[in-house]
């Protein structure tokens, strides 16, 4: 995920129509003209009249920046049931802007009850994508994983992954051979997925010593994951940073200096052999960097936290 310069305006341009939301969110503005999903880059192929529309993360496809995220509402009809139906209705959808700020394209996702788009990453000339979705009226989640092609064409997708529950991708690499490397939770504890360059999954595996994953680091080796174990309703937990290999086997662990709350957010390779990991704003609104490099066995050489402040 790269969220530098471009990223206010990337999503500015995608949902520069809608009207700012107190919680960060945008909903799309009412209309009488009919939605008309397509590849248009319009915003009805985003958003119905009335939407919740969130922005999750963004990747980069040659020249194009691709958003992903979510849109839809709560059904709060009157004469619903709320025991057997909560009224939840969101599809998943992307974005893609080119250089000069100018939509190329729009795609939904919307063949479920409720479906989620939470990270996404570059993928050959296109991106893949991860989140989760539900079918029924149950609030029991199932991940999914997809690829698009650079014109925002599905190329696959996996879907009704891991257990029905607290189940979903949040964190989504890929490699040069077109593999993918996936993490989230599975029923509430870790969870790392392996997905094939032709979209059959290779294996799935818990990660023990983490409750939940943020982000993924693939290598041509295996992987390197951020997560965070110990969280409580008042506390934010350790993060930790967990390598794997070919076959999901964890190989080394290192825990984050403590360097108050919060949670790593992102995670990037360096040129020299190191990582940078991000690390999510406190409760005062800073943010931070954590650098490591460390050997191929996983021995700490250098660690260095780069305090954020409020405003970065």
């Known amino acids: 995920m ?27 503005p009412t209309s009488s003209s009919a939605s008309t999903p397509g590849s248009s880059g319009a915003l009805q192929d ?35 049931d709320p025991i057997r139906n ?28 409720e479906i989620h788009a939470r990270a996404i990453a570059t993928l050959g000339d296109g991106v893949v994508v991860a989140g989760e979705q539900r079918t029924g009226n149950v609030r029991a989640y199932t991940a ?18 891991g257990d029905p529950g607290i189940t979903g991708l949040q ?6 051979d077109g593999s993918v490397l996936a993490g989230g939770a599975n029923g509430g504890a870790a ?45 934010d937990g350790r993060s930790q940073l967990i390598a794997v290999d070919a076959t999901g086997a964890p190989r080394w662990t290192i825990e984050v200096p403590e360097h108050g709350p919060g949670e790593l957010a992102a995670i990037a390779a360096l040129g020299d052999g190191g990582v940078a990991v991000g ?15 460390f050997t191929v066995d996983g021995k700490l050489r250098t660690s260095e936290v780069i305090p954020g402040t409020a405003s970065s």
Do not use: F
């Not at 909560?86 to 009850?113: E, N, P, Q, T």
């Not at 690390?279 to 490099?293: C, F, I, K, M, T």
């Open 279 to 293: 690390h999510a704003p406190d409760e005062h609104g800073r943010d931070s960097a954590w650098l490591v490099r």
């Open 171 to 176: 964190a989504v690499a890929s490699r040069g």
């Open 191 to 235: 969870w790392l997925v392996a997905v094939d360059p032709h979209g059959a999954l290779r294996w799935s595996h818990a990660v023990a010593g983490l409750d939940e994953i943020k982000a993924v680091l693939a290598t041509p080796s295996g992987g390197v994951v951020a997560g965070i174990t110990g969280r409580t309703t008042t506390h």
């Open 144 to 161: 999914w994983v997809a690829s698009l092609d650079g014109e925002g064409r599905e190329r696959w997708r996996l879907a009704a992954l």
């Open 46 to 80: 985003i958003a119905d009249a009335g939407d919740h529309v969130t922005a999750d993360a963004v990747a980069w496809a040659g020249a194009l920046a691709i958003v992903a995220g979510s849109a839809g509402h709560i059904d709060e009809t009157p004469t619903r």
């Open 2 to 28: 790269r969220r530098g310069t471009w990223w206010p305006l990337v999503v500015g341009v995608a949902l520069a129509a809608c009207n700012s939301r107190p919680n960060g969110a945008m909903t799309a």
């Open 86 to 113: 909560d009224g939840a209705r969101y599809h998943a959808w992307l974005r893609a802007v080119d250089a000069h700020g100018a939509a190329r394209w729009s795609r939904r996702i919307d063949d479920a009850r």
